[in-house]
Nanobody, 118 residues
Framework: QLIESGGGSVQAGGSLRLSCTAS???????MGWFRQAPGKEREFVAA??????IIDYTDSVKGRFTISRDNAMVYLQMNNLKPEDTGVYFC????????????????WGQGTQVTVSS
């Protein structure tokens, strides 16, 4: 029900745009992005609650990443990428109030790899 696209490999300072298509019951849910680097836990990146207009970013991406939503699509525009942004990026959906906890997101995409080289 969630399908990501747009990952790839870039050099530091470059940009990528991730896309996620929601379908079925996830269409009206709040949407977010998480990432997971090798050997690390999955971490919250950004999320948007369409009903309230709330947008949340983890501190390390503020000013560089922008999350946006257009009906069934959610995007993550990533600028000025850094090597520490490398990881598998997951699109996720939740019915919860604003939250950064992965456990609160009940629907997940398959993930898309983002690799940033120095």
């Amino acid at each position: 029900q969630l399908i990501e696209s747009g990952g790839g490999s870039v050099q530091a300072g470059g940009s990528l745009r991730l896309s996620c298509t929601a379908s079925g019951r996830t269409f009206g849910y709040a949407m977010g992005w998480f990432r997971q680097a090798p050997g690390k836990e999955r971490e919250f990146v950004a999320a948007v609650w369409r009903s309230s207009g709330i947008i949340d970013y983890t501190d390390s991406v503020k000013g560089r990443f922008t999350i946006s939503r257009d009906n069934a699509m959610v995007y993550l525009q990533m600028n000025n990428l850094k090597p520490e942004d490398t990881g598998v990026y997951f699109c996720a959906a939740t019915r919860s109030d604003p939250t950064r906890r992965a456990v609160d997101y009940g629907y997940w995409g398959q993930g898309t790899q983002v690799t940033v080289s120095s």
